[in-house]
């Protein structure tokens, strides 16, 4: 259950095609036949039987079968956001194929207001969320009467061998850096060896800096799941960021904070003690000579124990500040090691049995990417909402992944459905928390 | 991936609610938050995570979540039968959740001419698939102006404990009583021997009288599903079988046979040797007391060497009657021994690694079951189509399971996705071969 997805929510225009759902259908009957899909979409493993082969390794598919990769569906009315959340649910609750290419794509018809919608779902192995929101991004068109925008499958890309430009702060990225610095998952246990030992070396100043408390977000998790979205427009939280003196980013790990504070407060499993949010970041190393950055792990208070919404916003400015400063503070070595030390919880999630014996080291993930500035299309629909779908893990049943669109910030809430209900509902609390911030 | 299940097909009329589908949401939100669901519906595993575990049982599950269970789907444009093929052909090639009781059941809307449909999925150890379609059939109302049939699993049965009345010879009545009397599939291997020193004390009858050939049809299956369907009518079925003095399991062979055939010749895949399919039949022992019968399997060609489809029945019907002769010249325990032997290579299809060395002891399963015999309705929907889905195995990619109901026999082609393509042709050429016969 280690894939990722993105959620795409698109309006009509003049531009659009009446007739969009039977040329899609035609079209995907034709490329059925006669498809040449581009890599890495019709790589699948080589032993797919075994995945922890050590001669594994991605091949080109000689059976392709688009139909059993592009999907076309549709809501059950009224076709409103709790049909799309509930038939996307359901999507990202069900395994990927590893005998074929791990993708999937589905076309959503029946949403109110005439809309559309494309859900998608890989594999990490294949390409983590965040470049896949980019192969994603970088098939759309900017001009809303192009209306020629091939499928993205079908475009030539070779973008999974590419290294990436610049350093961004994913969960996914992070994994790497850590699995690179401290070995794979299944040496875990000498890792956390290695960790504490890395940890002396470098003196007290990689003890975590907080106490993450038990909560229900940190129980063993079920194969199911639930999404909710929300998006909330960019000027609003840089507005309320500026007049409290703290980052976008602050800004929205308090969005949370209050808004999973009311939210465990209705199921009566609020912790007296805040929950604390593990955050991918930037930083600049003290000893990197290019002046390049690396990716560390921050652990945030959300400040769920404070009631008043400013009041909340002040504490998590205050304790990002404090974790950053940290970070800076340490050579590129250093905050591989801590990181490692942030995440070896997660990387333990993976060995049965380990959840619910460990006190968590944090609550949950919260990451916050950066998405396409300008308003996208696909064959003149306008691509208005553009949400991420991450991976609950056992132990940390919640991620909320926020990324960035033409001037909102598009919330994705992924959840485990048996341990974490209503969780619509967190979605929509996010929604009114801003208004309060404003207001306070 | 054992499952079986079942698609209803619905006509409004004028008694049905115009606001079917909201009422039915609303209905479904109302049952989530308080719902008693009746027994097997509520039954789930004591040790999903071990299903050998010796200590295995079913028990209520305390956390009922309604809505995993009962789903509302649409089919996307124009919502005609290949929209609908596709949807249950996917939703019935991802695996049950074993953590929950074993079912799901999809209502779908979306259809031409305003039809519905309901999708139902069960594992088969929860309730076999004749008891599945008899609890959804007795679920449902004679009447149709009865607008308030309850939905089935608010229905108080425990039919499942309940001893069957009957013996009905399918797949699973047979695979049941075969296990009775070698063991279950994990000591194979000693149960062979068994069937092999079985077949030696009965003498030289119990040898299989048909060979079947290899063929695409005995390949080692994927994950992923195909379903197609075709409903005949009852009386054409039976003025054939009249005039060519055979029965009307009969005429159902003969047309699984010239349709595969068909199918076979397109894909260059029509082996020299006929067909051989394993087809669930009742006979009566010799030296049963009371009378009583016993599900035995007999092997019968399927004449597919055989053109002219009046020839290709001819052939059928001399088949059958060999293979039930010889049942019936048997006892009790010999029917069961030979029945073994037949279905030996189904449960070695268990073993890793098994299929492809062994040659098939036949190429298709083809089961024949007695359906409702009066025209059901659902809230004055009337049940027009209902047809078995079943169960492919590794060396037995394709499962043809025949049901009546109403005056009509409705087909449904279960295979697996990847070795059988274009499934759809199957069905279709199955209609056109009933005319041929009737010309001939």
Redesign the interface.
Known sequence: MMHVGALLEFSPSKATSKDF??EL?EELSALARSVTVASPWNQRLLHPEMLTNPLQAWVPDE?F?L??HV????????GDER?LG??VS?LHG?PL?F?RPPWEAH?I??LEKKRIAIYFKVHHALIDGYTGMRLLSKSLSTDPNDLDTPLFFARAEGERRREREEQVPTLDALLHAVRDQIGVAKDIGRALVKVVRGMRDHGPKLALPLQAPRSVLNQKI???RRFATQQISLDRIKRVAASAGGTLNDVVLAICGAALRRFLLELGELPERPLVAMVPVNVRPKDDPGGGNAVGAILASLATDVEDPRKCLDAVIASTKRAKEQLQGMSKGAIMQYSGLVLAPLMLSFIPGAVGRLRPAFNVVVSNVPGPETPLYFRGWRLDEMYPLSIPFHGYGLNITVQSYAGSLNFGFTGC??TLPHLQRLAVYSGEVIEKMERA
């Open positions: 759902s039977r259908r059976h079968d139909e059993y999907r076309r569906s549709a809501l059950a009315s009224p049909e509930s038939l359901r069900t194929d005998q076309f018809e029946g079920s194969r199911s459905r048996d």
